[in-house]
Structures are given as structure tokens and as C-alpha cells.
């Protein structure tokens, strides 16, 4: 396992911390964000898209539950903070997404941490203040 802790200190420094990672990225990887609302979840997978070269907006899909983006490779955006049961996430088909051909990135993954491949990317983000963040990214 990898780990390493990072501290950003602006939305822009995430967003570009997002697009780094996202420059060794391979057809197949999973993300899992873990953290409280407003820590910068979504901020960081709008860089990793940016880094995936997708044009698209990149908006949290809260209430549409998953966002299919175009890039260097097909990106699913799923945000699963509005389901409470695991059932929910199984009858959303997440085997097409977490074991896809695409990058997956999954918002309040600790929901779905059952379902998970072993083989993935966790990140932790922690707030500090206004605009620090503490990114802690590990790699199974």
C-alpha cells in the first residue's frame, strides 16, 4: 500500500492536485473519496476530470446519483450520499462501473466500502480551515 498526505490551501490547489493524480490514471481505476460535505470531494474530481481531458462541467450528481463524462476515458462521477442502504447501490448496477473499462470516481464511498474492488485509490480529505484541506491518498 501507498499513502501520502498532502496539504492544499486553496479549491485551485485541489483541482490541481486532482489533475497530477489523474496523469497515471489507466482504464480501470476506482477512486474512493471519503469526507465530510464541503471538504472537497467534488472540487477534487473536477481536476481529475480536467486531467482526463473531459470538456464537460463537472457538477456533483447529488440527485442524478451518477455522471457519465467523455475525456481521455469514459469517467463515471457517482455520488452516493443521498442512498442509505447498500441495496440501493447494488440495484444501481455499480458492477459496471467499479469493475468497468472506465476511470470511476465515487463520492461518500465509505456507503459502498463492501462492494469495493481490493484494487483502488482512497482518498481522505479532512477540512483544516476555510480553504486547507488535508488530502491523504492511499493505494491498494
Given at each position: 500500500m501507498f499513502k501520502d498526505k498532502i496539504i492544499t490551501r486553496s479549491p485551485e490547489e485541489t483541482k490541481k492536485l486532482g489533475e497530477k493524480l489523474?496523469?497515471?490514471?489507466?482504464?480501470?481505476e476506482v477512486v474512493a473519496l471519503f469526507g465530510p460535505l464541503g471538504s472537497g470531494k467534488t472540487c477534487l474530481t473536477q481536476g481529475?476530470?480536467?486531467?482526463?481531458?473531459v470538456k464537460d462541467f463537472v457538477v456533483s450528481p447529488s440527485f442524478v446519483l451518477i455522471n457519465e463524462y467523455e475525456g481521455k476515458f469514459k469517467v463515471y462521477h457517482i455520488d452516493l450520499f443521498r442512498l442509505e442502504r447498500l441495496s440501493e447501490i447494488i440495484n444501481l448496477g455499480y458492477e459496471e462501473y467499479f469493475f468497468g473499462e472506465g476511470i470511476c470516481i465515487i463520492e461518500w464511498a465509505e456507503k459502498a466500502i463492501k462492494l469495493l474492488p481490493e484494487k483502488r485509490m482512497e482518498i481522505y480529505l479532512k477540512i483544516l480551515s476555510e480553504n486547507e484541506r488535508k488530502i491523504t491518498i492511499c493505494k491498494f
Open positions: 489523474a496523469e497515471s490514471f489507466s482504464p480501470g481529475i476530470c480536467s486531467g482526463l481531458e
